[in-house]
């Protein structure tokens, strides 16, 4: 069996001393600067670039892939304890994570975090192990128009991520889809929306309106009510899971494992599709969709589930094709490349010790991390609970240093203030910042894909509809919606027959 | 106790910072490098090997930053904008020195002709003509070009963005003979790559290194390089030049400071990148990244250079109708 | 009048007419670019569609708020929360790349500090000087972000 010959490789490879060395210091580095808000993974590997010049090709990747999916296990930490989303595809880990956490039941979501995270990771590195070079060809079967009949789906699904008003859901989802639209066109290369202001020009980053919603605006909304009355210091309840909660989250994990193991392979938004993808789907096989956005644990099980499988399995177009579908691939493919390895579909026989090398580090790291994490958890959360007058000052320094470090420009820093502000005149007007983030991120790539299909096709939509791929993803976008729709309606009925 | 020891290194190193630089003792304290691009790309990787050998071989730290975005157009006015002094200097290529002052004319916050001082040519990155082989039968130019005048408008040609190399590449082919193809947009090389391999779009000019592994495993099929000459490292495929002469789309990449620093800081620095750039060790790495190093650039020819590349590419802008602005 | 407005559904009204508002600012930058036609669509076409479509939106919200009876909850913006983290935040923006982290982390801390009403002003200079330290140790010593830690600002 060439499998086990090929993981015996790796495993020799990744369990050298130095490997695993390697493999421990980006894993911990990520959980580090996945904590500290607003620094983000792609930041960080890229300053840690030029110090993993002097290794060797294998411990640069390892180390470099664990500060990775190391910083996606510390993202979702933030996420519950300050719901502060470090990154796009832990925005809808805030949504119940964070309720929880005020409910006291911090331990409970960050220990179904890290439970979640490691199984689903683990299952998508036996998929990368498996099916690598099927899984990419098939992502290429992926033009404009089944991306772009994917994003119309996460549209829809974005709505459902609500949990109050509809109709100001739609509005937000519609602002974040026109921010992000903000700066040059792709097709004509105008900028657009920019007040003519050179710094503009790039549009506005995601990382600065996410802390400024999240982070500003959140803490002046909590510092508003704490003028009202007492603070609103986290209670610390038990950390484990009850039996129930053990019960409810095996199905959400198996779920969001599936889900983020495939959409993790699409270029683009796949990890974040995957994360609010595995949402909606729990929200809608629950018995009880109306504990969703109030605590529900298959709100933090599903998503964090989903993330993490995609997150391992978005290396499969990097290693199979040598295309990176997100920028901490990019990331890495640049590494490779300084070292004389060009990313492509001959790795995995030219490199063999590398590729499985980094598949087992892969593994090896994710056990790390859920030993590394699980002990944690009582620190982390007597941390947050911490007087909040205490807190807030340290996370309005970080957003700051974090937002900065993106891309050294201080005008990000500038949106992120504005962004703060608006966010927490929307915050106190109830209006949920999760979808405007979805659509921020949507907006372009929606644009992008419609409008490249139209000059592929020279404006014929009908391939929408001709190509099989475009037409299913299509034909559930509608169903999803009808879906949606119905039972609002059957509700009105019901209350109108009451009357 | 440790920190307290930390503040206090930090506190006696700002204590025994030295005053105003002379230009004599160059470099007397570190230098800024501004790389235009984000970190990690190609573009990055020439810059910060230069800058890593500058450091060796004058004493002083030169820190990378890298401020990418607004075409490059923002990097390189902070290098312009900084003292003349030369502690601070960036890298650019194509885009940002010789095409942007003709696609965002009105916009363009620096004048490359009078604010820029060139110091060296790093590098040329050859593109290449590459055609999806299951959408394309040509299996060379003059095939393509016979197909290309017979479906006028049919084909579509992919490229890095609005601008780019790999796009004005695609116009000037139509340009010089007299075909039309629909020209697709990507937001950068990595973007474009799957629909050119899964056969969304017909065929792009790309950067030998990011396609030269799908040429090996039969997914796109190479037609012509882009270069004036044939490259060294691809003796065996034509030229555009070869079938359309006077054809050339060339990418390149190199050092500047801002217009005005002392003349012996900016011989110190030409001398510097261009002795490093004609090591025979340096020349196999760039080699390595499937770049031609140049290795006899000064800041005369890398002027000279840039000038009449921008000459070209205005020519080609302004006849493709390219929006500006 | 004032009273009737008073007990509608200020919440909805509010966001309807922000709405509206963020529609029409970028709806006019929007139409400055050229349209095109829905086959065959221009830089200026989703901007435009979009920020009609929150205006729509707006008007919907508005007309819900304007409809509905106030559910008896109060908003009050707080100027006392809002203003120290804007000030704070905006003197990093202003000043981090002149004095240095050190020194901007500092004054960025003490300065947010003032929004809490649990503000005292030694434990906000205490949190700010161990804060700053862990920053310029964390940040530029040990990830490299590229900031002096005192800056040209302060002679250096």
């Known amino acids: 069996m060439d499998l086990l010959d090929n993981l015996a490789l790796g495993f020799s490879t990744a369990l050298g001393f130095q490997n695993v060395l390697y493999c421990f210091v980006g894993v911990l580095l990520g959980t580090l600067i996945g904590v500290l808000p607003g620094l983000g993974p792609v930041a960080t590997i890229a300053m840690l670039l030029p110090i993993t010049f002097g290794l060797e090709p294998v411990s640069a990747v390892i180390m470099l892939a664990g500060i990775y999916y190391g910083a996606q296990y510390g993202g979702s930490t933030t996420a519950i304890l300050i719901n502060l989303p470090g990154e796009s595809s832990s925005v809808v880990t805030t949504l119940d994570g964070h309720q929880m956490a005020k409910q006291g039941r911090a331990g409970a979501a960050l220990v179904t975090a890290a439970v979640g995270s490691f199984f689903a990771g683990s299952v998508a590195i036996i998929v990368l192990a498996l099916f690598a070079p099927p899984l990419a060809r098939f992502a290429l079967e992926f033009g404009p128009p089944e991306y772009f009949a994917l994003m119309v789906l996460g549209l829809i699904a974005s709505v459902a991520l609500a949990s109050g008003a509809i109709i100001k859901a739609l509005a937000m989802v519609v602002l974040g889809l026109l921010l992000g639209l903000i700066g040059r066109d792709l097709n004509t290369a105008l900028p657009r929306m920019t007040f003519d202001l050179m710094a503009m020009i790039d549009g506005l980053q995601f990382v600065a309106i996410a802390m400024g919603v999240f982070g500003l605006g959140e803490i002046i909304r909590n510092l508003d009510s704490e003028q009202l009355s007492r603070g609103t210091v986290a209670k610390v309840g038990r950390l484990m899971l009850t039996r129930e909660e053990a019960r409810a989250i095996v199905k959400p994990i198996l779920r969001g494992t599936v889900l983020g193991s495939i959409l993790g392979i699409l270029p683009g938004g796949g990890a974040l599709l995957a994360s609010f993808g595995a949402y909606t789907v729990e929200k809608k096989v629950s018995a009880t969709p109306e504990r969703f956005g109030k605590g529900a644990i298959e709100g933090v099980a599903a998503p964090e589930s989903a993330n993490n499988a995609g997150a391992q399995s978005s290396f499969i177009p990097m290693l199979t094709l040598g295309i990176p579908p997100n920028p901490v691939m990019a990331l890495l493919a640049g590494a490779l490349i300084l070292h004389g390895i060009q990313p492509g579909p001959n790795v995995i026989s030219e490199q063999p010790t590398l590729f499985w090398g980094l598949i087992a580090s892969m593994w090896i790291g994710n056990l790390m991390l859920l030993i590394l994490n699980l002990p944690l958890v009582g620190m982390w959360v007597r941390l947050a609970s911490t007087p909040y007058h205490l807190l807030f000052p340290v996370i309005v320094v970080f957003c700051c240093i974090g937002v900065l470090s993106v891309n050294n420009a201080t005008f990000d820093v500038l949106v992120m203030i504005g962004a703060g502000v608006i966010g927490y005149i929307l915050l106190k007007l109830d209006c949920e910042p999760a979808p405007l983030l979805l659509g921020f991120i949507l907006g372009p790539m929606l644009e992008e894909y419609l409008r490249r299909t139209l000059l592929i096709s020279r404006g014929d939509p009908s391939v929408f509809f001709t190509r099989p791929l475009s037409a299913t993803l299509l034909a559930f976008a509608v169903l999803l919606l009808v879906l949606m729709v119905l039972p609002s309606i059957r509700s009105r009925t019901n209350e109108a027959l009451k009357e | ?325 | 009048m004032l009273g009737w407005l008073s007990r509608r559904n200020l919440k909805d009204v509010l966001a309807g007419l922000l709405f509206i508002a963020i529609a029409l600012i970028l709806g006019w930058q929007a139409s400055l670019l050229p349209f095109g036609t829905a086959m065959r669509m221009d830089a200026g076409y989703f901007p435009l569609v979009l920020s009609s479509l929150l205006g729509l939106l707006g008007v919907a919200n508005l007309i819900k708020g304007l409809v509905q009876e106030n559910d008896g909850t109060a908003i009050g913006f707080k100027l006392v929360a809002l203003a120290p983290i804007v000030v704070g935040t905006m003197f990093f923006a202003l000043t981090v790349r002149g004095l240095g982290l050190g020194p901007t982390t500092f004054v960025t801390a003490f300065v947010s500090a003032f929004a809490s009403r649990y503000f005292r002003p030694l434990v906000a200079l205490g949190l700010a000087g161990l804060l700053s330290v862990f920053c310029v140790v964390v940040f530029v010593y040990g990830l490299g972000v590229p900031l002096p830690v005192f800056g040209p600002w302060l002679g250096n």
């Open chain 2, 1 to 325: 106790m440790k920190m307290k020891l930390i503040l206090l290194a930090a506190a006696a190193a700002v204590l025994a910072a030295p005053g105003p630089a002379l230009a004599s003792d160059y470099p007397n304290k570190p230098v800024r490098v501004i790389v235009p691009f984000p970190a990690g790309g190609a573009a990055d990787n020439f810059a910060r090997i230069v800058a890593e050998n500058l450091q060796n071989e004058l004493k002083q730290p030169f820190v990378v930053e890298n401020v990418p975005g607004g075409a490059s157009m923002t990097g390189i006015d902070q290098v312009v904008k900084s003292a003349k002094d030369g502690y601070t200097i960036g890298s650019a290529s194509t885009g940002g020195l010789a095409v942007n002052q003709t696609l965002f004319a009105g916009k363009i916050p620096y004048d490359v002709a009078k604010d820029i001082q060139p110091l060296a040519l790093m590098t040329i990155t050859p593109n290449m003509l590459v055609v999806n082989p299951k959408r394309i039968a040509a299996r060379n130019l003059p095939e393509l070009i016979d197909y290309l005048k017979a479906n006028p408008g049919k084909v579509t040609f992919g490229s890095a963005g609005i601008g780019t190399t790999q796009h004005l590449a695609g116009e000037l082919l139509q340009q010089m003979t007299g075909t039309t193809m629909v020209h697709i947009p990507y937001k950068g090389t990595t973007a474009m790559l799957p629909d050119l391999i899964g056969g969304q779009i017909d065929l792009a000019f790309e950067n030998v290194a990011a396609v030269l592994p799908h040429v090996k495993s039969g997914a796109v099929h190479p037609i012509a390089s882009a270069e004036p000459k044939r490259p060294e490292s691809l003796p065996d495929l034509p030229t555009v030049a070869e079938t359309v002469p006077g054809f050339a789309a060339t990418a390149w990449h190199g050092y500047f400071a801002t217009a005005g620093i002392p003349d012996d800081v900016r011989s110190k620095l030409a001398t510097s990148i261009r002795d490093f750039m004609a090591k025979p060790e340096t020349v196999e790495r760039f080699k390595k990244l499937g770049a031609i190093p140049v290795t006899d650039s000064t800041p005369e020819s890398f002027a000279a250079f840039i000038a009449a590349d921008a000459k070209r590419w205005k020519e080609v802008v302004e006849k493709g109708n390219i929006k500006p602005q």
